[in-house]
């Protein structure tokens, strides 16, 4: 046996492993978590950490002796925020709405009675560890890791409900409903249900249905409560309850004119309704929009690039030092560099730029865009346009200038409509009504909570009346894609 001392989020963490082992997996036995979102397999290089004074990818390195380990601090729990609204009455109905994303899992504390929020809370998915996208994950199940997920998840929604709890003076016992909303790989992983289904055509989830549990037997003994579960019905395979509470949240199924939804994620889920009829696809758009994939890619934390320009310079979250871009960043970053001929209509740098990358930043760190990068967005950027633009044709609208368009998750909530249009990864014709929406999927999960057995009869009426459209089964698709990787 040997003994490494590890850094990581300023705190020193002594672990004895086995000589020979993968660092990597010798992170995860001790529940330090690090991004690798191509689940180890050495592809990403987003698992470096500082190994006996040598940066090394954890996923590439055996524990080969003793010795000092160092975690970089952007790599470790990069999500995690807390806040504290309003003080809870313990004479009333309390709930926990959650939604699991494969990045990050929100939570809201409500007062059921008073049908308000008490406390909010965002903690990191540590499933990341088995890679950044639902596919990875899935592998990983398949490979034997299944229980591991779902222990992962168990603990973070658990150590979440407790903190929450904590910051509203309430105990964990006092909580009389959760609901659950997530991508339908999440919620299978965490119910442990079988996800070989899910790996290959033609795509059987195990359960789509809506369900109730007592919620010791969802999460698992982490959990000290007594309260029941909700889980949101899914929809399909890919087009989950995160979709159906979203559609829910919205009261799509209420409005007269025609309505859309896009969540830009890992995967693109799209939603329209026309009539009485709402059409939904998922496309992989992979993770570009979260800033997976990308060189200097990152979540929306302080140090983040979200906006830049030529005139008004670089802007980063919370002000601080320019250490990496985030999704909302790339889109702009890219648009004002098309603006100004840096890149081309094919996304390609100019001589200048295209071996070196475009610096944006060259202080403590340097942050840079390359052309692998853009070739990246571009994927990502084809695949939800193609996605959309064949949504509208097969629903038969031809020019819905009025159609109101709500874009949903963080990436969406904070998106510069205008420049995203500009570089054609939204339609120009819906901007003026384009609305950003917020995290869908855990409005519903609350509304849920306040509306009882009358929001599960909505969320049935959702399912029912979602009409999944196979997007690589239908002719014009892959020429729209193609097309959409011009800028």
Not at 188 to 208: C, I, K, N, T
Not at 370 to 380: C, N, P, S
């Amino acid at each position: 046996m040997i003994e490494i001392t590890c850094i990581a989020d300023n705190k020193e963490i002594k672990i004895s492993c086995e000589e020979g082992k993968n660092l990597l997996g010798v992170l995860k036995e001790n529940d330090i978590h690090l991004s690798a979102p191509c689940g180890g397999k050495g592809r990403c290089g987003r698992c470096l950490v500082s190994y006996n004074g040598r940066e090394v990818l954890a996923c590439r390195t055996l524990a080969d002796k003793g010795g000092h380990l160092e975690i970089p601090s952007d790599n470790f729990d990069f999500s995690e925020s807390d806040k504290s609204i309003n003080k809870a009455d313990v004479s009333h109905r309390t709930g926990i709405a959650v939604d699991i994303g494969s990045t990050t899992i929100a939570l809201e504390l409500l007062d059921l009675d008073a049908r308000k929020v008490i406390a909010e809370k965002t903690t990191t998915n540590h499933q990341r560890i088995f890679g950044a996208d639902v596919i990875s994950r899935i592998d990983a199940a398949v490979m034997g890791h299944a229980l591991e997920l779902k222990n992962t998840v168990q603990k973070d929604i658990c150590g979440a409900i407790d903190a929450l709890c904590d910051a509203a003076g309430i105990a964990v016992s006092d909580v009389d409903e959760i609901a659950l909303a997530a991508n339908t790989t999440m919620l299978h992983l965490l119910q442990g249900m079988d996800v070989s289904g899910l790996a290959s055509y033609p795509f059987e989830p195990e359960s789509l249905e809506y369900r109730e549990a007592d919620a010791a037997e969802v999460l698992g003994s982490g959990f000290k409560g007594n309260a029941k579960c909700r889980i949101v019905p899914g929809i399909s395979a890919f087009v989950g309850a995160d979709i159906a509470a979203g559609i829910y949240a919205l009261g799509m199924m209420d409005e007269k004119q025609c309505t859309a939804m896009i969540d830009f994620g890992t995967n693109g889920e799209m939603v329209l309704k026309k009539g009485d009829t709402i059409y939904a696809a998922s496309t992989a758009a992979g993770p570009a929009f979260e800033g997976g994939n990308i060189s200097c890619g990152m979540g929306s934390v302080d140090g983040a690039v979200y906006g830049f320009s030529f005139d008004g310079g670089i802007k980063t979250i919370g002000g601080s030092e320019p250490i990496g871009i985030c999704g909302t960043g790339l889109i702009e970053l890219i648009a004002e560099l098309r603006r100004h001929g840096k890149i081309d209509e094919n996304g390609v740098l100019t001589d200048e730029y295209h071996d070196t990358g475009f610096v944006v930043a060259d202080g403590k760190r340097k942050v840079k865009l390359t052309q692998k990068d853009i070739h990246e967005f571009l994927l990502a950027k084809s695949a939800v346009r193609a996605g959309f633009d064949t949504l509208l044709e097969e629903a038969g609208i031809d020019d819905e200038s009025d159609m109101l368009l709500y874009l949903s998750g963080g990436f969406g909530s904070h998106l510069n409509i205008k420049e995203a249009a500009y570089i054609g990864l939204v339609d120009e014709r819906f901007t003026e009504n384009a609305v950003a929406a917020g995290n869908t999927s855990l409005m519903g999960a609350a509304r849920l909570l306040m509306e009882g057995d009358e929001g599960v009869e909505a969320l049935k009426e959702i399912v029912e009346s979602t009409k999944i459209l196979e997007l690589a089964n239908i002719e014009g698709f892959n020429i729209k894609y193609i097309n959409g990787m011009r800028l």
